[in-house]
């Protein structure tokens, strides 16, 4: 069956390090993966999108690497700040009959002062 | 968030009762979700909609209704609550295409 994977456990890092988090999906070639970020008690917030035909986005101190051949994402903060500490979720369309996006389960990241 | 609200923030509600929750956009945006959340899954999809009276089911659509009769509301229906349905609620909206959704705050729904 077509599933994301994410990371369930959390990354811990140091201030100023790059963290890095993997996105994994299975059984489909998606034509784009989308970012998100979620801090306790809120709703996700819209981080960046990656074209199939793109294989790094930047935005700032984040980049996104998108690898169809490797069904994979890398999703990294550079320089990171204890304020970078949250859960990022991948997403990704899975279903073209659905029209709606699917999530990873996200990962945690602590980025510690 | 902007543009979007969800209502109730929080409900404690009884097993058997019914329950509407309610997303209000104000951007016009043609496609509204609604995702929930429990720990472990991640945010799975319960319905969605792609325009006044269209709507789809989710991978999770087993005992929730949704109705949407203007482009600003998206109303989500528990027609008898259960436990399994404590959770927290997420409405979504979308311009479509390859646009990232923008999310409200949430309803955490506790079922007793």
């Known amino acids: 069956s077509q599933k994301i994977e994410q990371n369930s456990e959390a990354l811990n890092i140091q201030e100023g390090k790059t963290a890095t988090l993997t996105c994994n999906y299975t059984?489909?070639?998606?034509?784009?993966l989308q970012w998100y970020r979620q801090d306790p008690g809120r709703g996700p917030v819209f981080l960046l999108l990656i074209r199939e035909n793109e294989k790094e986005k930047r935005k700032e101190r984040l980049k996104v690497t998108f690898d169809t051949t490797l069904k994979q994402s890398l999703f990294h903060i550079t320089a990171s700040q204890p304020a970078d500490s949250a859960t990022y979720l991948c997403?990704?369309?899975?279903?073209?009959?659905?029209?709606?996006?699917?999530f990873g389960s996200g990962t945690r990241l602590q980025v510690q002062p | 968030d902007a543009g979007i609200t969800q209502s109730p923030r929080h409900k404690v509600t009884e097993t058997g009762t019914p329950v509407t929750l309610r997303c209000h956009q104000t951007e016009n945006h043609r496609y509204m979700y609604w995702y929930r959340q429990d720990p472990g899954h991640g945010l799975r999809l319960i319905h969605y909609?792609?325009?006044?009276?269209?709507?789809d089911k989710g991978e999770v659509s087993d005992g929730y209704s949704v109705s949407r009769s203007k482009t600003e509301d998206f109303l989500l229906t528990l027609e008898s609550a259960t436990s399994s349905q404590t959770s927290v609620y997420f409405c979504a909206i979308s311009g479509g295409g390859q646009d990232g959704y923008t999310f409200g705050s949430g309803t955490r729904l506790t079922v007793v």
């Open positions: 059984n489909y070639s998606p034509a784009y």
């Open positions: 997403a990704l369309l899975m279903d073209t009959g659905r029209r709606a996006l699917t």
């Open positions: 909609s792609y325009g006044v009276k269209d709507t």
